[in-house]
Structures are given as C-alpha cells and as structure tokens.
C-alpha cells in the first residue's frame, strides 16, 4: 500500500526540493564581488546577526565595527542586510575623508529619509540641489563673527543657570541629563526664535521617537508618525514657530533696528527686508528652524553628557584643565568669558579636551552615503582602486576603532595631550576626528556648538569639582539614539572651594 502512494508523490517533491533551491539561492544575499563580508545563510543576511548584537549592546555602530573586525580590516568591508542591499562599511579615516570631500558622494535615502518624514524641506532632509543651496545662503550670517559672539551670552545665562541649580545638588549623586537638556533647549530656543522657552521642549522630545536608528527604524518611524500624540506635538512646533515669525516681521516693520540681529529669525526677516521677497518658502523656513533645535539639542546634550563622564572619570585632567583656564582667563566672578577668550590658540588644553571628547565619545558615530555617479573606492587591501556604481552605499563609521593604526593601541583611551604639540600649542592635524563632517555637508552649527561647549566646560570646570565614580560606573558603554550617549551616567559635584579647604 505504501508503494502505492509514495510515487505520486515524488514529483511534486523533487519539485518542491528543486523551487526551494532556486529560492534559498536567488534571495539569498550577494555580496559585492571582492569586498570581505560575513557569511549570509538567509534571505535577511547579515540582518539578524546586526539585530541581535544591537538588542546586546544598544549601538548598531558597534555591530558594524564588529563586521569590519572579522573581515579583516577597517578599509572597506560589507554588511548584507537583505537579497538586494548590500551596504559598504568602512572606519579608515583617509577613505572618510576622501569620500566627504569628494562631490561623488552626497547623503542617500537612507540618510535623508530619516529627517524627511518630519523636516523635509530642511538641510538635514534635502539633496545637493539648487533648494538646498538657497537654504545655505539664506542661513550664511548664522555664521559669522558679529552673530556668534551675539548669541554665545544665550548659552552664558543658562551655565549661569545651570551653576545655580547645581549648586544645591554638591555632595549627592544625581543624573545630569534632564537638567542638561532643559538648559540647552532655552539656549537654543533663544538663538533660534529670540526667547529662551521650553515651551516646546516636550513636544519635541515626543518627535525625537520619530527619528529613531537602529534596523528597526524605518518601522518604528512608521508607527510612531500616525500616533496622534506625535501628529499634535508637531501642529504645536509648526504653530510656534509661525507665531514667533510673525512677531520678528511685524518688529521689523515698525521700525526696529535692522542692524542687530540676535536670532535665526531675526536675520531671515532682515534678509527679506532688504531684498523685498521671501528668502525661503515657509515650508523651507519652518523646516529649517525646527531642525536646528532638533540637531542643535541633541548633539549639544550629548556632547556635554560626554564631558561630565570623561572629566569625571579622569581626576587629574579635572585639576589640568582648571589650572590651564585659571591662567588663561579672568576669574568667572570678576567677568564672563567671550569667545575672543576661548580660542584654540588662547586655551589650547581646552580645546584638546573638547576635540579628544568627541573623538572617543563619538557622538554623531555614523555617516551614510550614496555615490551619485560612477566613482572609486580604496580597495580592502588600501591599495587598489575599487569600481563604485552609481547607487553605491556606504556607511561611514566614526570614532576611534578606525584610527589605531594613526594613534597607537591605547586609540580608545581619553588622552586630550594627544592634541597638543611640543610646545603644548592645539594641533587640529595631530589626531583624525570628524564629527561635524567635512566638505559640502560638514555641520552649519558646528562654530556655533563648539562655542557652546567651550563656554559649558569653563563654567563647570571653574566652580565644580566631579568626583570620581564607583568603578561599576566608570565604563564608557554607549546607547545609541540618534546620537551616542554614555550610559549608567551620574556625578557628584563639590565646589573647588570646599575642596581647597579639605571639607568632605
């Protein structure tokens, strides 16, 4: 009986076996020729592999580091995310730089698209074209000189802030971060709409869900766009921003001084003013003003979270740094510093602490771009030159894991003397770091947030001492939002002064 019924059977068996086959081989991933890459067994790849050392250490830029190490190099590798995209990796800082400088290159979908959902008509969200060059023009004084020295007092009267509210706090572990982040709102509320408010600052945070990393993201950005909760913070942002606009306008049309401009606003009116048309579109403008505090308030956390934890892990640089600035500029009661004060050449031990900041902390970790043409590629050997296609993608991975061969084996250590030279002068060239980019697309705000760091750091390193934390909570293990943040992070404050005298 059995022999009866197995033959029938059998073709539609080998049938099966033979379209599963040609299934498992068609989707299965293909790596680009001669790029290392990790075996891919299924149709997600490399996929789950990334996912599940995400879910482990919080940080897709680690999983891709990870990538690179097994494949033997840091020049260029592959991750094979699905059937059809397989994505270049690399963390070598000369291949970096040659493709941020390079116009080959330029932000793909998978950059841009995950500002464009919220802010599309904003530099972060917009391709080299001829809108996002207006937009450049448009914000061109946010740049210069008289405006960053103009703005700088707002980010001085929130340390000033911040040094109140703190000093209450001496002698207690506490975590930093909301008071961070609600001081660095006002300021750049201030800078940006000429108030400090933080009356959008929930509503903002409540869009930061949309703007999530991770392999999950395009999902959770789906979903989290629909909720009405999400759909309401953003009528609020878009209905404030319309009304301090109208409000610079109507200054402007009842006389007030054209000459004095104290925020983004202030200077796009000015520039209508003078030219009798609208610089941007309102949908331009609006975009651009709400992606300067969504860019400008996390990057500005993150790097101050950074500060705290490496200063307060490392003791001796705390009693450096304090010493450095005690002889450089005036005592914080007799004057507030100015930017004239912090220069790289003025307060170069500054400066070597703010740049080994973000080269170990590694805020913004990683890059995405898209070859806009046919271009080439350093091969894996760092010798030979490798065919990019137009369409090519490539995932730049900051920090310092790339950089051993340049720095040495301690790359992941915080060395701030790493920056200074013999004569203990700032050398911008002595250590590779690039978070705020380079070429075309490097940072607008990036003159602006070291301005805002310098002051921070002044303030803080002049009045408080951080203690140094138990060792569980030393480690410099990150979580990754759209930016990398230190995790566990805590400090205990205790004035200078206290100190001096041996008080507990």
Same mark, same amino acid.
């Given at each position: ?28 991933? *293909?790596?680009?020729?001669? $790029?290392?890459?990790?075996?891919? @067994? =299924?149709? +997600?790849?490399?996929? %789950?592999?990334? !996912? ?17 190490? *097994?494949?033997?190099?840091? $020049?260029?590798?592959?991750?094979? @995310? =699905?059937? +059809?995209?397989?994505? %270049?990796?690399? !963390? ?413």
């Amino acid at each position: 009986m059995v022999f009866l019924i197995l033959p029938p059977l059998v073709g539609p068996t080998i049938l099966f076996l033979v379209v599963y086959i040609a299934f498992k081989h068609v989707t299965r991933p *293909k790596p680009i020729p001669d $790029v290392p890459s990790l075996p891919a @067994i =299924s149709f +997600f790849g490399n996929g %789950l592999d990334i !996912a599940k050392h995400y879910k482990k250490t919080e940080t897709i830029h680690d999983a891709f580091i990870d990538v690179l190490r *097994k494949t033997g190099g840091m $020049v260029l590798g592959q991750v094979l @995310i =699905s059937a +059809f995209t397989p994505i %270049l990796l690399t !963390a070598d800082p000369d291949q970096i730089d040659r493709i941020l400088i390079s116009q080959d290159w330029d932000r793909g979908i998978r950059s841009t698209g995950v500002f464009k959902p919220l802010i599309p008509h904003a530099l972060l969200a917009l391709s080299i074209d001829e809108e996002y060059k207006a937009h450049k023009r448009a914000f061109a004084f946010g740049v210069s000189s008289s405006f960053l020295k103009e703005t700088s007092k707002r980010f001085i009267e929130e340390d000033h802030a911040l040094i109140d509210t703190w000093s209450s706090q001496t002698g207690e572990w506490f975590d930093p971060e909301p008071e961070l982040t609600y001081r660095q709102a006002r300021a750049i509320s201030a800078v940006v709409f000429g108030e400090p408010s933080n009356l959008i600052d929930k509503d903002l945070k409540t869009l930061f869900k949309t703007l999530s990393a991770g392999p999950l993201a395009p999902i959770k950005r789906m979903i989290e766009k629909v909720r009405p909760t999400n759909r309401e913070a953003y009528k609020r942002i878009i209905q404030y921003v319309q009304s301090r606009t109208t409000i610079s306008r109507k200054k402007f049309s009842e006389g007030g001084d054209v000459a004095l401009i104290e925020n983004m606003i202030d200077g796009i009116v000015q520039k209508e003013a003078e030219s009798g048309v609208a610089v941007l579109s309102p949908d331009g403008l609006r975009d651009e003003l709400v992606s300067m505090i969504l860019a400008g308030d996390e990057t500005s956390v993150t790097t101050q979270l950074w500060v705290l934890k490496f200063l307060s892990n490392h003791p001796a640089i705390q009693y450096k740094l304090r010493q450095h600035l005690l002889e450089r500029i005036e005592p914080l009661d007799v004057r507030s510093p100015t930017v004239d004060d912090l220069t790289p050449e003025h307060t170069p031990f500054l400066e070597a602490v703010i740049q080994e900041v973000l080269r170990v902390g590694n805020p913004v970790a990683i890059i995405g771009r898209e070859a806009m043409r046919d271009t080439t590629l350093v091969g894996p050997s760092g010798g030979k030159s490798f065919p990019a296609p137009k369409g090519t993608k490539i995932l730049l991975l900051l920090g310092p894991e790339g950089t051993e061969g340049r720095v040495g084996k301690d790359t992941m250590e915080f060395k701030p003397e790493r920056w200074l030279n013999e004569k203990g002068e700032y050398d911008s060239s002595a250590v590779w770091q690039a978070s705020f980019a380079k070429g075309s697309r490097a940072c607008y705000g990036s003159k602006q947030a070291l301005i805002s760091i310098r002051m921070f750091i002044v303030y803080i390193s002049l009045t408080f001492f951080l203690e140094k934390p138990p060792p569980k909570l030393q480690s410099t293990r990150r979580v990754e939002r759209i930016t990398l943040r230190p995790s566990d992070l805590v400090i205990k404050l205790k004035p200078w002064e206290k100190l001096e005298q041996g008080e507990n």
